[in-house]
């Protein structure tokens, strides 16, 4: 697709508008290398077109760049596209509008849709008209409100977005006159002008007419009815500022400019003899305030920043004047002049030159092809931030390649170490060099802990530094620079790692040694440093590297007898048995039950628990009691019975084994049987309340019953052994004892076989006799028959002597008498109950063989419900009916396997019966048929099948069988 370039051309050609010129090359863009590669502004594109006028004024804006050309005509282009529309239609010509006169100068808004185009006439004095041409439109329109103004600036509203409106524009003329006007681009009905309003707000040539070079207007990103104005002329930069009352108020800035009318505005003079000046301001891409600005007129170019919070008026800083550099005194006047982020790009009709406005030197000098004509100017797009540069024929497009490359080191130059860091794009290689040229001045100045942090971030050698510290005697230096060095290292460089970690090591305990030495270990400063350790120590890093070196790390803190440390390493790398072997080792045992019980394992607990609990036997076994179910007993019982029969901890043991038994509720007889024995040592009261919580059940105790036994007879402890006894179940041993000393236990005793009713009776005739014949108190006697039920007087008679009278025993004679006789009295009244019953049942009987039912003919088997009388058939009273066959298949699958193969025989022999039948010798077959049928009856036919005990006692029987279950499961597979 040609571009709008390639068709003027063909257009002026077919429109016969004069012999075309000699082409500068075969496409209407074309890219070109400069032979410097490192140059900063390059060639990007030249427009290849020769119009048959030359280029007076160019200006370009988001994207749309405007031509005027010596016949007073302007061509229009979308640079985004430049062949989507007609070039007639982007061809505007203001002849009859300039009339012996000629374009002074067309200004852009930022937006791109609005332009102005200021005519004077020949002579350059008289102004002629301004007009104003919207991008929707093709035809100009005079702004009659300008009549008598020649517009030589104009500070565009860029806060504005809209295409049909310009917002506040402020214009300055060549008489030294601010105004104020607004633009719409919208035909509005009996309104012939495209002018809002046009108001003065203010006159910088009261004191003699003097021409405005170059208007510029911002706002305050933090504050938008805040706007800063710079006003320049060929020798001035006025400065002004204020607050706007609304941002709907027309006209607008008279609140801002009404500050100066009774005070002259700011401004700086820089003598001239030049006519002309330029002022630019450098606004990145896409950002919402400029940066800083650039004036340029004869003394040089002015530059400075903005700042835009505070209160102040001014709302500049860092202004500075740069010379012209050596050698361009002689170069004239320029016609044009652009501001980049760190340089300025000047137009000479005769070549283009870059200067840095950082260090006033000149970094790029280019020229055009001489066919082109002189060069004219150059104009930048404030939005998308492209630079064209036009001559009388020929426009070219500029581009800035890594502007920012070079700047850190200009910076550095200048020893702005802070700009230069920024401006090094995290490019390592140079922000290593602008680091160790401020690491160096650091330490020149004797700021050693500073540039020790930088010089860890250089690529200078690691020895070479260490070394600068070591000499000048730097250790907090030194440590800092090893830090930060190990900040920077991989996990990977596992030796760099090393050592580092170790010499760091190696001067923190140095250190902390130093103020224990010296007394100061319990003063503020050790205990920071002790801090900073044990800080150091948690970090991941330093973690895996001593982990990997932890013999080297003990021998280095034992080397300064650092024990605090040692413990904190040893449990940072969870060397638990060094800790506690560490701390026995030095009689620290408390704490070293602290560690175990936090930190420790169950194999901790076995190995040093023995120990432990010598030298510091209650807190051991409060230590060990709150592990609960974590430490198994049984493996600490060797342990236990060692220091019990060696250090005689019997009393702190025993308090371990109850809280085992009591909470715990271990049932290991072993650990049982130590606990007897420590009772029967220590604590013989608490045998009795122990064994009563076991019970008296020999099997479900959790001791030896045997054992106990000998233990409680090996101290005495009767009771104990009366109940063992009974736990065991030697009931009358038992009693034997009890009575030794304690009737009551012996009666007790004696009542706990309950369902034993002989055994029973036998003990309590040995109370008994125990009570007659060793006390011989009958009384006492008599109170032995009233407790128990199961002896009677003439058991106890025997025991008596023979003078003692029968009256003694006359009421518990009695007493017997008459129990007797109602216990006669009972069986015969059973018997009585027993014949009743029995008359009862043999008359049932007689009823049960005289009853019967009836059979219809219509009346259909249970199981087949085919008709009853086509077949043998059984009925049952409670009126099921089942053919004889039915019957004998279903009742099958209820009986067991026994009672199947007895019904198989006797089948079997039926059938066998009934084929002999016709044979001779077959009498009494009969008889024998009869028989075998009544046994099948029985098992088949002795009860119903629906209401039988059969079919109860098989509800849980599977409706498949395993058999059947098996066969389907292999079908399936």
Not at 377 to 404: C, H, L, N, Q
Not at 688 to 705: I, T
Request: glycine residues 6%; contains cysteine.
């Amino acid at each position: 697709m040609s571009t709008l370039f390639d068709q003027y051309e063909s257009m002026q050609q077919g429109l016969g508008g004069g012999p075309r010129q000699s082409a500068l090359g075969t496409t209407a863009f074309r890219n070109q290398k400069l032979e410097e590669e490192a140059a900063i502004f390059l060639k990007d594109r030249q427009v290849n077109f020769s119009p048959t006028h030359p280029i007076t004024h160019l200006v370009v804006s988001n994207n749309n760049l405007v031509l005027a050309m010596a016949n007073k005509k302007l061509i229009r282009i979308n640079l985004q596209n430049p062949g989507a529309t007609n070039l007639e239609d982007q061809e505007v010509d203001l002849s009859k509008y300039a009339i012996q006169a000629r374009i002074h100068n067309i200004f852009l808004d930022p937006t791109g849709q609005h332009l102005l185009v200021s005519i004077v006439s020949r002579d350059g004095v008289t102004p002629v008209d301004t007009l104003y041409l919207p991008q929707r439109s093709s035809k100009p329109k005079s702004t009659s409100k300008l009549k008598g103004h020649l517009v030589t600036a104009v500070g565009w509203n860029m806060r504005n977005q809209l295409d049909s409106v310009t917002g506040p524009v402020l214009m300055g003329t060549a008489r030294g006159l601010i105004l104020e006007m607004e633009f719409k681009s919208d035909e509005r009905l009996f309104q012939s002008g495209h002018e809002e309003y046009c108001k003065q707000v203010f006159d910088i040539g009261k004191d003699g007419p003097v021409q405005i070079k170059g208007v510029e207007v911002r706002s305050s990103p933090s504050d938008e009815l805040k706007f800063f104005v710079l006003c320049a002329t060929a020798d001035k930069l006025y400065q002004f500022s204020g607050r706007v009352k609304s941002l709907e108020e027309r006209p607008m800035f008279l609140s801002v400019f009404g500050n100066y009318l009774g005070l002259p505005p700011r401004f700086v003079e820089l003598p001239s003899k030049w006519k002309v000046s330029w002022l630019h301001l450098y606004q990145p891409v896409n950002a919402i305030a400029p940066e800083h600005f650039a004036w340029l007129s004869e003394q040089g170019v002015y530059t400075g920043d903005f700042v835009w919070t505070g209160t102040s008026d001014d709302m500049t800083i860092n202004r500075k004047l740069h010379p012209s550099p050596e050698g361009l005194e002689e170069s004239g006047v320029p016609c044009g002049m652009i501001l980049c982020e760190f340089h300025i790009l000047i137009v000479w009709p005769d070549k283009i030159r870059g200067l840095c406005i950082l260090n006033n030197q000149l970094v790029f000098e280019g020229t055009i092809p001489d066919e082109c004509g002189k060069l004219i100017g150059v104009s930048k797009d404030p939005m998308k931030g492209t630079i064209w540069v036009f001559a009388e024929r020929g426009v070219f497009k500029y581009r800035v390649d890594r502007e920012g490359r070079n700047v850190w080191r200009i910076y550095l130059d200048q020893g702005n170490y802070e700009l230069a860091k920024k401006h090094c794009n995290s490019d390592p290689t140079c922000l290593s060099v602008v680091l160790l040229k401020e690491a160096q001045d650091l330490f020149q100045k004797k700021e050693y802990v500073a540039s020790a942090r930088l010089y860890a971030k250089t690529l200078t050698s690691f020895e070479e530094v260490s070394l600068k510290f070591v000499e000048v005697d730097q250790e907090e230096a030194l440590k800092i620079y090893l830090h930060e060095k190990l900040d920077s290292l991989k996990v990977s460089e596992q030796t760099q790692v090393t050592l580092v970690v170790m010499w760091l090591l190696e001067l923190y305990l140095r250190h902390l040694g130093n103020l224990r030495d010296s007394g100061k270990q319990n003063t503020a400063e050790y205990k920071d440093y002790d801090c900073q350790l044990r800080a150091f120590l948690r970090d991941p890093k330093v973690r895996s590297c001593v982990t990997n070196n932890s013999n080297a790390v003990y021998e280095l803190l034992s080397s300064h007898d650092d024990q605090d440390n040692y413990v904190s390493v040893s449990l940072t790398l969870k060397d638990y048995d060094r800790v506690i072997r560490h701390l026995m080792r030095h009689g620290r045992h408390i704490e070293a039950l602290e560690i175990m019980a936090k930190k420790g394992s169950e194999q901790l607990f076995y190995q040093h628990f023995p120990a432990l609990l010598q030298a510091a036997p209650s807190i051991a076994v409060e230590t060990l009691m709150a592990q609960g179910k974590r430490i198994n007993p049984i493996k600490l019982l060797p342990s236990l019975i060692h220091c019990h029969t060696s250090h005689g901890k019997g009393r702190d043991i025993m308090k371990y084994l109850e809280y085992c038994v009591d909470k715990l509720e271990a049932t290991d007889e072993v650990l049982h049987n130590f606990l007897i024995t420590l009772y029967a040592v220590e604590a013989p009261d608490k045998l009795l309340p122990y064994f009563k919580l076991q019970g008296d059940d020999s099997q479900s105790v959790h001791y030896d019953v045997k054992f106990a036994l000998r233990e409680c007879m090996s101290i005495g402890e009767d009771r104990a052994c009366v109940h063992i006894l009974t736990t065991m179940g030697l009931y009358q041993q038992a009693v034997e004892m009890a009575l030794k000393f304690d009737t009551s236990l012996a009666k007790a005793t004696a009542n706990r076989p309950k369902y034993d009713q002989d055994l029973r009776k036998k003990l309590w005739l040995m109370i008994a006799a125990h009570v007659v014949q060793e006390q011989q108190d009958v009384a006492k006697a008599m109170e032995v028959l009233k407790e128990c039920d199961l002896i009677k007087i003439e058991d106890i008679l025997p025991f008596f002597p023979d003078f003692v009278t029968i009256d003694q025993f006359k009421d518990a004679i009695c007493s017997s008498l008459q129990e007797y006789n109602q216990h006669i009295e009972d069986l015969k009244q059973e018997m009585d109950d027993a014949s009743k019953a029995a008359e009862t049942i043999r008359k049932d009987i007689q009823k049960f063989k005289q009853k019967y039912s009836y059979v219809h003919a219509q009346d259909k088997c249970c199981e087949c419900k085919y008709p009853l009388l086509t077949r043998p058939f059984y009925l049952f009273p409670c009126s099921h009916k089942f053919h004889q066959d039915c019957l004998s298949d279903a009742v099958l699958g209820y009986l067991s396997d026994a009672k199947q193969k007895k019904v198989s025989e006797l089948m079997g022999k039926l059938i066998a019966i009934s084929n002999d039948d016709s044979a001779p010798g077959s009498v009494g077959q009969w008889g024998d048929r009869e028989q075998i049928k009544a046994e099948v009856d029985s098992i088949v036919a002795g009860e119903c099948l629906y209401c039988g005990e059969n079919i109860v006692a098989n509800i849980d029987t599977p409706f498949i069988s395993n058999r059947e279950w098996d066969a389907m499961m292999a079908e399936w597979q």
